[in-house]
Structures are given as structure tokens and as C-alpha cells.
């Protein structure tokens, strides 16, 4: 009789143990495709081959070994040729500017399934040596994609460059521009920070801030300092305009998008003409870095590296104020050319 009843107990747990792991599998795997099981718009009005929706797009970037391998170039011509997998120029560029959350905008999104990010920035168009060995060059820097995805790079020195719109716009004149933008002053104080660091990690001093900031001669600011130079946007915006028309640019709030990213990425969502997939989902914030992380699926997540997100120096309120009222009339007409206001001081 006792025999019995344990017997029948196993039996029970035994059953009840198979469905809740048969659940937690179909959950693991359930959410580490919800990608490919949305259907995904083409890009630009292009269709993949039929079926090729289908690709577990997501769950393949995630299976490690496979596109890492094949950005690496050690994907064999099968592979390339049974993936239908090309090495595509970028259909859009975030051209900066520097420290305005550049990496944080390519890595989000890199969360779009229809999006594939180039790793590295590739400085093609503002290095002279890179651009002479030409488009194809460039091309092969690119990361393995299929034909309905878009790939993006970032290189922030390409703002700020004399001769990089004419170089992209020679490439495509209709690629599409992203520039992340920083309340000015702060942007310069975070660019100070990196150049700082850098000095710093080589057991080198350097001067204050302050000190590279204001002209010690007039008391005025320094605009000959390189970080004040990018943060006046609208000199810059200028150039870029007598090769692209208003409409090729998309102005990211940074400030934003440190507080609230997502709306912001609906926004470049909107304008690359992709359909909205980053959710909340994707995003959460962690408190220990005090920025939001990245989640792609219930087991792949991650943070920016520490080298973003510094802490900035403190500096003095005198010469904070003097570069705001510098930079006022400036942010004026960058609002004026771009239709986008900012609350800046
Ligand atoms: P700070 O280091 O001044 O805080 P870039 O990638 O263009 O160099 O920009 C770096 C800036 O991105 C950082 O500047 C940081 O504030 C900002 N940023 C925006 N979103 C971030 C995120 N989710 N994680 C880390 N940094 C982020």
C-alpha cells in the first residue's frame, strides 16, 4: 500500500517537474525569438527573397560564433552564400558630434532587427589616408547583413571635418544623417574629461579647463580650443548644408536620450522609415551605472563601457556661465536651420 502511494507520488512529480521545465524551454525560446516572429517591414521599399523574413535575424546575431565570425571575415563562401549575407555601405551615418552619446545611439539602435551596427569607428571619410584606398575599402570594413537590413556607422569626427560632406556625398547623396547633440557647454566639459583621462592613464599632467577655455589675454572665451570649436553646431551644420538638404538630417536630443531614451528612438526610427521595434523592453535602467543598459532577449544584456559616462570635473560657475552666454546665440540659429529646440540655458 505504502509501496503504492509513493509510487504514485513520483509518478506526479515527475509530471508536474516535465511541464515546468517543458514551459521554462518554450519561454526561453519563445522570447529569444520574439524578434524574427514580428514580421520586419523591407527598407527603402526593398524585399529580401521570400522566406527570408523568416531569418531568425536576432537569435542569430546571439548565437555568437556565427556573424562574429563573419564580420571578422572568416565566414567560408558557403556560409556567406547560404546566409545570403552581403557587406553593405552604411544607408545611415551618425556623423557626431563627439561625446553626445554617440556610442549609446549606434549600440540602441543596434537593437532593431533591420539594423546592423559597424563595431568600429572606421574613420573613412576624414582620414586621408583611409579614403584614398576608396569606396570598396570602406565597403569590406562593413559587417555581414542581409539585403532588407540597413547598416549604420558611427564616426563623430566626421562633423566637425572639412571635407567629409562632400566625400559622403559623392558616396550617396541621399544617405541619411544622424547628429547627437549635448547642451554645449557640457559637451565640451565631457570632452575635455576624455582628453583628460587619456592624459592622465599616461602618468601625464594637464592644464584646467578653465584654463583652456578662456582666453587669458582678453578674458573671453578661447575659440580656438577644439572642444568649444564643436560645440558651436550651427558653424559646422553650415558646411554640411551646401551639400544636404535640411530634410537628410536627424537631430538627437543626447541629454535626452541619457534620461529617456526611448522616445528618442522612436523619433530615428521614424526618420530611417523603420517600423518600431525598440520597446521598454529593450531598455532598462541600472542604477549601479546610472544609465539605462541594453537588453536584447531574457538572457543577453549589457552596458556601454565605463569610459562612457564619466565623471566631469567641477568646474567654475563664472566660466560655465561665459560659455553659455558664448554658445546662446549660436544655439539660436541651430534651432532656426533645424526646427529642433532645446531648452538651453
Ligand atoms: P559623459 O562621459 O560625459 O557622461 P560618445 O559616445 O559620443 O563619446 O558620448 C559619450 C556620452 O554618452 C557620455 O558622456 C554619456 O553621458 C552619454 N550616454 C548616453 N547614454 C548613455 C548610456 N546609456 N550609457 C552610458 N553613456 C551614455
Redesign the pocket.
Known sequence: MLFKQQALLRQKLFVLGSLAIGSLLYLVARVGSLDRLQPLCPIDGRFGPRGQDEIPLRALQFKRGLLHEFRKGNATKEQIRLHNLVQQLPKAIIIGV???????LLEMLNLHPAVVKASQEIHFFDNDENYAKGIEWYRKKMPFSYSHQITIEKS?AYFITEEVPERIYKMNSSIKLLI?VREPTTRAI?DY??VLEGKERKNKTYYKFEKLAIDPNTCEVNTKYKAVRTSIYTKHLERWLKYFPIEQFHIVD?DR??TE?LPELQLVEKFLNLPPRISQYNLYFNAT?G???LRFNIVFNK??AGS???I?PEVDTSVITKLRKFFHPFNQKFYQITGRTFNWP
Open positions: 563627439r561625446k553626445g552619446g554617440t556610442r549609446a563623430p547627437i565631457s574629461t576624455q543626447g536620450l541619457i531614451p551605472r544609465f539605462y543598459c552596458c556601454l562612457k559616462g564619466r566631469h
